[in-house]
């Protein structure tokens, strides 16, 4: 049988647990909804106002920046929200690609959740319909994940520290 750290529909806790979000103004109609959205997830899942920061930047390209700047502070998860919508040129490529790149860079370098939280769509129709239309809310999507996440890195941290405080004498495993 194989262990899991948590079920097929986990109810995790976001009390005592701090929050940084980066949020792009670019398409700031969209990203004031997937910001609101996180917020009052976070909210519901028991975090305060006051340990939720944010921090807005003008594009999707400068969230991974102020992320890792956020990564050095004492957040247990970082939620990165934009929009990018595809143009008449490969512009939306190029960016979205070094989004994810740097935001998985920071995520693996802090050993932090760092959610992307980052809508990259052909249309702004698509974009508006995962702002709470009729494809979910990527904002509170990105939330739910982040307390998620921390509970699993939570669990793991217990197990390993279990491991190591087990003993080596003789009665126990």
Known sequence: MVKSATSSSPTHSAVGKKFGIVVSRYHEELTKELHHGAVETLKKLGAKA??????????????????????????????????????????????????????SAVAQAAHLPVLFGVLTTQTLEQAKARCGGDHGHKGIESAEAAVEMIAVLDAIEEKKSKKETRSVGFGGR
């Open 50 to 103: 006051e340990d939720i920061y944010t921090a807005w930047v003008p594009g999707a390209f400068e969230i991974p920046l102020v992320a890792r700047a956020l990564s050095h502070e004492e957040y247990d998860a970082i939620l990165c929200l934009g929009v990018i919508v595809k143009g008449e040129t490969t512009h939306d490529q190029y960016i979205a690609a070094e989004v994810a790149r740097g935001i």
